[in-house]
């Protein structure tokens, strides 16, 4: 928690999960990190902080930028392959990982990285002008911007925008629900599967994300993926990996996909070595030996690995080279046109044709 203080302007609104305390506290319940705030306090992700004796909300309406991506690089391989996203994210986040690779907006502590501005409106016009298919909540973790991202999401919906969250899971019940109930598709890190990285790294715990799996997975509709940052000497064993991906098959099923991709050294990880190309091949033949249907290697060259194929029959159903599709060989149900078995994911009859490109967007409210 800091002390830094909390300027009463536009960006500055009122939440809903949050109560008050018997020491005159006021707790925030957005996250399991349960922040307990003073007077002027702001809670470990920085942007919610208390505020006359309520918790706010200190980024509404405030971008580090807008960018047009491939929806793969999210990554999400089974939700509209090859069609535009439309990227923003603010500043903050509620996890402390050491090795963060968006550590500049994620754990910024000046506003000034806020440079654009956009109500939800202008964010939804934008996205439709820009033949975008979807919104996505990415950069920094849309949990703790979570009524900002709500509102957009509705402007997205009333223009048939669908909505993408790029997110941790670490979120509590109430505002877990209310949150995924505006979102049509999520990619969660699930960044390990031992609560002694959660603690040691990222400043977190495990149990709430897998509970956030589990929650998407039994009581939602919304399409997930799951991509795990692979780190040497960290949480790449051969015993952790097979424990993930059977627990992953177990408990959420053989049709989600996983994404296992390569660690480059950045922020208080600077000491540790990327991660060799043979690590992400073994942790996806682990994952498909254990039953998962789909496991992709990613932020290597690797086109076999980041290829959909068919858990049918074996054949290649998408070809991807990074962000480009090739071969296409899904029919116009989603089911793969070599012998017909369904492929899990929300598809169209036709791949959209984005493409690899980034676009930066210009804009105001």
């Known amino acids: 928690m800091s002390d830094f203080p909390i300027q009463r302007d536009d960006s500055v609104v009122e939440t809903r999960f949050w109560h008050r305390l018997d020491d005159g506290r006021v707790q925030c319940d957005v996250c399991p990190r349960a922040c307990r705030l003073h007077e002027g306090q702001r809670g470990l992700c920085f942007v919610r902080g208390r505020l006359d004796d309520k918790v706010v909300l200190t980024t509404y309406g405030r971008s580090s930028g807008f960018v047009i991506d491939p929806i793969e690089k999210k990554p999400l391989n089974h939700f509209l392959p090859g069609t535009p996203v439309f990227s923003f994210g603010t500043a903050g986040c509620n996890l402390s990982c050491r090795f963060c690779q968006n550590w500049d907006m994620s754990k910024s502590r000046e506003m000034d990285t806020l440079a654009d501005a956009a109500s939800p409106e202008a964010i939804a016009r934008a996205a439709q002008e820009s033949g975008s298919r979807s919104v996505a909540f990415t950069y920094n973790d849309p949990v703790i911007f979570l009524e900002y991202a709500v509102d957009v999401a509705r402007a997205c919906h009333a223009r048939d925008i669908r909505t993408v969250a790029v997110t ?19 990619n969660v890190d699930l960044k390990a599967f031992s609560d002694r990285f959660y603690h040691k790294i990222c400043g977190g715990h495990l149990q709430p994300v897998l509970d956030t799996l ?42 989600v996909p996983m994404h296992f991709t390569a660690f480059h050294p950045d922020w208080k990880m600077l000491d540790h070595p990327a991660t060799p190309p043979g690590t992400l091949a073994r942790a996806r033949e682990i994952a498909l030996r254990n039953g998962v249907h789909y496991a992709y290697t990613g932020n ?4 076999a690995g980041q290829s959909t194929w068919c858990p049918g029959c074996g054949g290649r159903v998408i070809e991807r080279d990074w962000y480009q599709l090739g071969e296409w060989r ?17 598809f169209e009859a036709h791949p959209g044709g984005w493409g690899p490109r980034r676009q930066v967007v210009h804009m105001s409210s």
């Not at 940052?229 to 993930?244: F, K, Q, R, T, V």
């Not at 899904?330 to 929300?346: F, K, N, S």
Request: some cysteine.
């Open 300 to 303: 290597v060259h690797d086109p």
């Open 168 to 186: 941790a899971g670490y979120i509590s019940p109430g505002a877990r629900e209310h949150f995924f109930a505006h979102m049509d598709a999520a």
């Open 214 to 255: 589990l929650y998407l997975r039994h009581e939602t509709d919304v399409w997930f993926e799951l991509t795990t940052l692979l780190i040497p000497g960290e949480n790449d064993s051969e015993e952790e990996l097979d424990a993930m991906t059977r627990w992953v098959v177990e408990h959420l099923g053989p049709d």
């Open 330 to 346: 899904l029919d116009a149900r989603g089911r793969c046109a070599h012998c017909g078995h369904p492929i899990a994911g929300v």
